[in-house]
C-alpha cells in the first residue's frame, strides 16, 4: 500500500502560477508511473500529466507548454509546476500512483488539492 499526499493548491489569478507536490510513503521507483489528475464540479476526473519510472511524460492537450511534471526519486516525490493558470484549470488536483505487479494492476490516490483561478 502506498500513501500520498497532495498540497501546494489555493488560490490564484489567471496567468499566475502554483506548484503542487505529492509525497508518497514508499519509494516511487517501485511505480510503474506517477500522474496527476483533475476533476472539476459537474465533470469527470481526467489525466493531466503523467511520468514513467523511465521519464517519460505525457500531458493533456489543454495543459502542453504550460505544466510540468517531475519526479525525485531520492525525495519520492512528484510535482506539478503549473504556469500561465487559466479559470478552466480550476478542479481538485489528485496525485495518482500506478503499479503492475504480475499482472495485477494497482492505483493509488491522494485526498486532493484545490486549485482555484480567479478570472
Known amino acids: 500500500q502506498v500513501q500520498l499526499v497532495e498540497s501546494g493548491g489555493g488560490l490564484v489569478q489567471a496567468g499566475g502560477s502554483l506548484r503542487l507536490s505529492c509525497a508518497a510513503s514508499?519509494?516511487?521507483?517501485?511505480?510503474?508511473?506517477m500522474g496527476w489528475y483533475r476533476q472539476a464540479p459537474g465533470k469527470q476526473r481526467e489525466l493531466v500529466a503523467r511520468?514513467?519510472?523511465?521519464?517519460?511524460?505525457t500531458y493533456a492537450d489543454s495543459v502542453k507548454g504550460r505544466f510540468t511534471i517531475s519526479r525525485d526519486n531520492a525525495k519520492n516525490t512528484v510535482d506539478l509546476q503549473m504556469n500561465s493558470l487559466k479559470p478552466e484549470d480550476t478542479a481538485v488536483y489528485y496525485c495518482?500512483?500506478?503499479?503492475?505487479?504480475?499482472?495485477?494492476?494497482?492505483?493509488?490516490w491522494g485526498q486532493g488539492t484545490q486549485v482555484t483561478v480567479s478570472s
Open positions: 495518482n500512483g500506478f503499479r503492475v505487479v504480475s499482472a495485477f494492476e494497482y492505483s493509488y
Open positions: 514508499a519509494s516511487i521507483s517501485s511505480l510503474n508511473s
Open positions: 511520468i514513467t519510472i523511465g521519464g517519460t511524460t
